[in-house]
C-alpha cells in the first residue's frame, strides 16, 4: 500500500509523525518517485517535519536532498555536501552529484567539493563522479 497519494500536485498522506523509520524511508523514496507530478510546496511541507530534516538516517538524507535539489532548494546545499563528504557508498554520493551537478543550484559547489575531497573516494566511484561532472 502505497504511503503517499498526488491530488493537484499536492501529497494527500497520513500523519508522518507517527511514521516509524523503515516508513519515513518509504514515504521519501515515494515522494522522489512521485517529483514530477508534484510542486515545490511538498518539499516545504517535507522540510517541517524534523523527523525527516534533521534525521541521521542515510536513506532518508539521500532522498531528501535528491528531492530538495530537484525543486532547486538551496536549503538543502550545505546537507547534500556534508552528506556526500561523510558518506563514501556509491548508491548515494554518485545519485547525489549528478543531482547536485544538474541543478541551477548547485553545479560550481559540486565541482568544488569534489575536487576537494575526491581523495576520499574509492577509485571507481571517483571515476564515476568525474564522469558524472563532465571533468573528463
Avoid: W
Avoid at 567539493?113 to 577509485?123: A, G, L, Q, S
Amino acid at each position: 500500500e502505497s504511503l503517499i497519494e498526488v491530488k493537484n500536485n499536492l501529497v494527500i498522506s497520513q500523519d508522518i509523525t507517527k511514521f516509524n523509520s523503515v516508513q519515513l524511508i518509504e514515504y521519501c523514496r515515494e515522494l522522489y518517485k512521485s517529483r514530477e507530478k508534484l510542486d515545490v510546496q511538498c518539499f516545504l511541507t517535507v522540510d517541517e517535519y524534523d523527523k525527516i530534516r534533521d534525521s541521521q538516517n542515510s536513506e532518508i538524507i539521500f532522498n531528501y536532498c535528491l528531492l530538495g535539489l530537484f525543486f532547486e532548494q538551496d536549503k538543502v546545499l550545505d546537507k547534500t555536501v556534508d552528506f556526500i563528504t561523510r558518506q563514501g557508498r556509491m548508491k548515494f554520493v554518485i545519485p547525489l552529484y549528478k543531482a547536485l551537478y544538474n541543478s541551477k543550484i548547485g553545479q560550481k559547489r559540486a565541482i568544488e567539493t569534489f575536487n576537494k575531497h575526491r581523495d576520499f573516494y574509492h577509485p571507481i566511484a571517483s571515476n564515476l563522479i568525474t564522469k558524472a561532472l563532465q571533468l573528463s
